[in-house]
């Protein structure tokens, strides 16, 4: 009696955890969609692996009849003619050309802004201010050059011939500026990253801790004491990883240099002459239709990784700084 | 009746006072000067292209031989068809991702701080190289000729990592609560995501779609070195066919020497502003209209 019970009890048990076949066609569905959600993020792996191998195995038959050597000490880049150079520098030269120069526009500029969005603005002024911002971000690259050639450029010249005419003295020191310059390329760069450094910068002094300023007010702080002397030091790390990103952001830069700064790549740190980046040389090689087997072809490859490197070198610097502000936030 | 001597500011206090006002009229003036430049370049533009633009701007073909009469057409077409199937290409493999990312991997192995460490990486390539990369594997390895595909499959990789990071952060804003209720309910959870997750982070997905496409509308140089031309006369009507697009059209005009072609640029530049506005507006609407729901 007690054994039919339990065996009943058990039959029915079976049926109750038994999986049914439309159970079993939820669990198959589930780990095919959990394998194509993995495989659709290891793709971001594979674009990076393939980047760093196409960079590396293009660059190489270049690398095999130019020495590494030539290559990051040559003063020279022509590929005109017989006599082919590929030295870097000029190219490096003014790829830092144009990154100094927007820093200087974009560092002071951004972190100031960033101070006022996080520190002083209302709430109401916040809020239009932070999508104009957006909005200069989103302007396309091309813009930013002709606004370079057109505006920048134009008003750099009447501004030199003015201080020129009002201070003599100063004429000899005042740089000449070509209708490509390096100071409009890097002017209107700085534009560029600007917003970058002021919604990264305003991010790291919003995360400061409420009771640290609380602190130093009570202590009888000036708000400017408050922010230069407390609010910013705990920032530090956050504020140093925005400039760094718009550093990178600014070596990458390619359309708005290439045609604010020229197709000249010459050794110099005059920031009125034409200057050529690293990206502008190889939008140019790409412009004309080069073959495979070319030197010219092989040679954006070597620039390329050359600039890959550099910046991810940057980015990854400033990585350790975002992790830095991480822990001391805490 | 003057007041006593101990309640007026010492002069130190003063220094410190003036200070205090100074660092503020810097900062406010600083900001004043962000959106000025927006407004000096926006308003040079204008007055620059405005007359230029009209409707036969916008119907007629590019030219480089006559400036009064070269239109936008085909640049305008070419640009909008890479768009399109940029994002056609990138949200699929995009969202996945970021479901895989987020909703997929409980326990944060290394694998996954990997991938995401390796996103934020990426995003931080400089535009051109993904262009190199586009050039070998598209036109070299798979033949794909220098056509709209190979553009539109290089601009998607290019906006890969955006497209992850903003639908990662859609779907980190999901309530907990939502996916509980369901899994409770005993679905598994691929039909947690699909049916709860992702409909209440569909405005994200569709704000960081638009932010894309409007990269993609924007970006030139990766699009150069793929082999995107400068005059395309002729409107693509093929995945293979040569194509041009707007900014590439932009800066063929503004290396003409002729001051007539600089102001069809600043034209062509209108137009892909007021693009770019209209694709930004949609988003902002998105955003507010998903506020308003919560």
């Given at each position: 009696?007690?054994?039919a019970?339990?065996n009943?009890?058990?039959?029915?048990?079976?049926?109750?955890?038994?999986?049914?076949?439309?159970?079993r066609?939820r669990?198959?569905?589930q780990?095919?969609?959990?394998?194509i959600?993995?495989?659709?993020?290891?793709?971001?792996?594979?674009?990076?692996?393939?980047?760093?191998?196409?960079?590396?195995?293009?660059?190489?038959?270049?690398?095999?009849?130019?020495s590494?050597v030539?290559?990051?000490?040559?003063?020279?880049?022509?590929?005109m003619g017989?006599?082919?150079?590929?030295?870097?520098?000029p190219?490096?030269?003014?790829?830092?050309?144009?990154?100094?120069?927007?820093?200087?526009?974009?560092?002071?500029?951004g972190?100031?802004?960033?101070?006022?969005?996080?520190?002083?603005?209302?709430?109401?002024?916040?809020?239009v201010?932070?999508?104009i911002?957006?909005?200069l971000?989103?302007?396309?690259?091309?813009?930013?050059?002709y606004?370079?050639?057109?505006?920048?450029?134009?008003?750099?010249?009447?501004?030199?011939?003015?201080i020129?005419?009002?201070?003599?003295?100063?004429?000899?020191?005042?740089?000449?500026?070509?209708?490509?310059?390096?100071?409009?390329?890097a002017i209107?760069?700085?534009?560029?990253?600007?917003?970058l450094?002021?919604?990264?910068c305003?991010?790291a002094?919003?995360?400061?801790?409420?009771?640290?300023?609380?602190?130093?007010?009570?202590l009888?702080?000036?708000?400017?004491?408050?922010?230069?002397?407390?609010?910013i030091?705990?920032?530090?790390?956050?504020?140093?990883?925005?400039?760094i990103?718009?550093?990178?952001?600014?070596?990458?830069?390619?359309?708005?240099v290439?045609?604010?700064?020229?197709?000249?790549?010459?050794?110099?740190?005059?920031?009125g002459?034409?200057?050529m980046?690293?990206?502008?040389?190889?939008?140019?090689?790409?412009?004309?239709?080069v073959s495979?087997?070319?030197?010219?072809?092989?040679?954006?490859?070597a620039?390329?990784l050359?600039?890959?490197?550099i910046?991810?070198?940057l980015?990854?610097?400033?990585?350790?700084?975002v992790?830095k502000?991480?822990r001391?936030?805490? | 009746m003057?007041?006593?001597?101990?309640l007026?500011?010492?002069?130190?206090?003063?220094?410190?006072r003036?200070k205090?006002?100074?660092?503020?009229?810097?900062?406010t003036?600083?900001?004043?000067?962000?959106?000025?430049?927006?407004?000096i370049?926006?308003?040079?533009?204008?007055?620059?292209?405005?007359?230029?633009?009209s409707?036969?701007?916008?119907?007629?073909?590019?030219?480089?031989?006559?400036?009064?009469?070269?239109?936008?057409?085909?640049p305008?077409?070419?640009?909008?068809?890479v768009?399109?199937?940029?994002?056609?290409?990138?949200?699929?493999?995009?969202?996945?991702?970021?479901?895989?990312?987020?909703?997929?991997?409980?326990?944060?192995?290394?694998l996954?701080r990997f991938?995401?460490?390796?996103?934020?990486?990426?995003?931080?390539?400089?535009?051109?190289?993904?262009?190199m990369?586009?050039?070998?594997?598209?036109?070299?390895?798979?033949?794909?000729?220098?056509?709209v595909?190979?553009?539109?499959?290089?601009?998607?990789?290019l906006?890969?990592?955006?497209v992850?990071?903003?639908?990662?952060?859609?779907?980190?804003?999901?309530?907990?609560?939502y996916?509980?209720?369901?899994?409770a309910?005993?679905?598994?959870?691929?039909?947690?995501?699909?049916?709860?997750?992702l409909p209440?982070?569909l405005?994200?997905?569709l704000?960081?779609?638009?932010?894309?496409?409007?990269?993609?509308?924007?970006?030139?140089?990766?699009?150069i070195?793929?082999?995107?031309?400068g005059?395309?006369?002729?409107?693509?009507?093929?995945?293979?066919d040569r194509?041009?697009?707007?900014?590439?059209?932009?800066?063929?005009?503004?290396?003409?020497p002729?001051a007539?072609?600089?102001?069809a640029?600043?034209?062509?530049?209108?137009?892909?502003?007021?693009?770019?506005?209209i694709?930004?507006?949609?988003a902002?609407?998105?955003?507010?209209?998903?506020?308003?729901?919560?």
């Amino acid at each position: 009696m007690a054994l039919a019970d339990l065996n009943q009890s058990l039959t029915k048990r079976a049926a109750f955890t038994q999986v049914t076949s439309q159970n079993r066609a939820r669990t198959i569905s589930q780990t095919i969609v959990r394998a194509i959600c993995f495989c659709c993020a290891m793709f971001s792996i594979i674009a990076t692996a393939s980047i760093f191998f196409i960079l590396f195995s293009e660059s190489l038959p270049f690398f095999q009849k130019v020495s590494v050597v030539e290559f990051f000490t040559g003063r020279e880049w022509t590929m005109m003619g017989a006599q082919q150079k590929f030295g870097v520098l000029p190219l490096l030269v003014g790829t830092l050309l144009i990154t100094i120069g927007s820093g200087i526009v974009s560092i002071p500029l951004g972190l100031f802004v960033g101070i006022y969005l996080s520190e002083y603005a209302p709430s109401k002024v916040r809020k239009v201010l932070k999508p104009i911002l957006e909005l200069l971000a989103g302007v396309p690259s091309v813009v930013f050059g002709y606004f370079a050639l057109s505006l920048v450029t134009p008003a750099l010249r009447g501004g030199t011939s003015w201080i020129g005419e009002i201070l003599p003295t100063l004429n000899p020191l005042l740089p000449e500026f070509r209708p490509a310059n390096a100071a409009a390329g890097a002017i209107v760069v700085g534009f560029m990253t600007l917003p970058l450094v002021c919604s990264l910068c305003e991010d790291a002094l919003t995360a400061v801790p409420k009771s640290l300023r609380e602190a130093a007010y009570g202590l009888g702080c000036t708000k400017a004491e408050v922010i230069a002397k407390i609010v910013i030091p705990s920032a530090l790390s956050g504020i140093i990883a925005s400039f760094i990103l718009a550093l990178s952001r600014a070596v990458g830069e390619t359309m708005a240099v290439t045609i604010a700064a020229g197709a000249t790549p010459q050794l110099t740190f005059n920031p009125g002459n034409e200057v050529m980046t690293m990206t502008a040389q190889i939008v140019n090689v790409s412009k004309g239709d080069v073959s495979r087997g070319d030197m010219r072809y092989q040679s954006i490859f070597a620039i390329g990784l050359t600039l890959f490197l550099i910046t991810f070198a940057l980015n990854i610097l400033a990585q350790r700084f975002v992790r830095k502000m991480g822990r001391t936030g805490s | 009746m003057s007041s006593p001597a101990f309640l007026s500011p010492s002069a130190s206090t003063i220094k410190r006072r003036r200070k205090n006002f100074i660092f503020q009229s810097i900062c406010t003036l600083a900001a004043l000067l962000a959106v000025s430049i927006l407004f000096i370049l926006v308003g040079k533009v204008v007055m620059d292209g405005m007359g230029r633009v009209s409707p036969k701007f916008i119907t007629s073909m590019p030219s480089q031989m006559f400036p009064g009469k070269a239109g936008i057409l085909s640049p305008l077409l070419g640009s909008i068809f890479v768009m399109l199937l940029t994002v056609l290409f990138v949200v699929p493999v995009g969202v996945a991702a970021a479901i895989y990312l987020e909703e997929f991997t409980a326990q944060k192995t290394r694998l996954v701080r990997f991938i995401q460490v390796n996103i934020s990486n990426l995003a931080g390539v400089p535009s051109i190289v993904f262009g190199m990369l586009g050039l070998t594997v598209f036109v070299v390895i798979m033949g794909l000729g220098k056509s709209v595909l190979t553009g539109a499959l290089t601009m998607s990789i290019l906006v890969l990592p955006m497209v992850i990071l903003v639908t990662q952060e859609a779907l980190k804003a999901v309530p907990k609560h939502y996916r509980e209720a369901s899994l409770a309910l005993g679905t598994t959870q691929w039909q947690t995501i699909r049916r709860a997750v992702l409909p209440s982070a569909l405005p994200g997905i569709l704000t960081g779609i638009i932010l894309a496409a409007s990269r993609a509308i924007g970006e030139t140089a990766p699009l150069i070195v793929v082999g995107a031309v400068g005059l395309v006369t002729f409107l693509p009507d093929s995945l293979d066919d040569r194509y041009t697009v707007l900014p590439l059209q932009i800066l063929d005009w503004i290396g003409q020497p002729r001051a007539e072609f600089r102001t069809a640029a600043a034209a062509a530049i209108l137009v892909l502003m007021a693009l770019l506005i209209i694709l930004n507006s949609a988003a902002i609407i998105i955003r507010a209209r998903a506020q308003k729901k919560v």
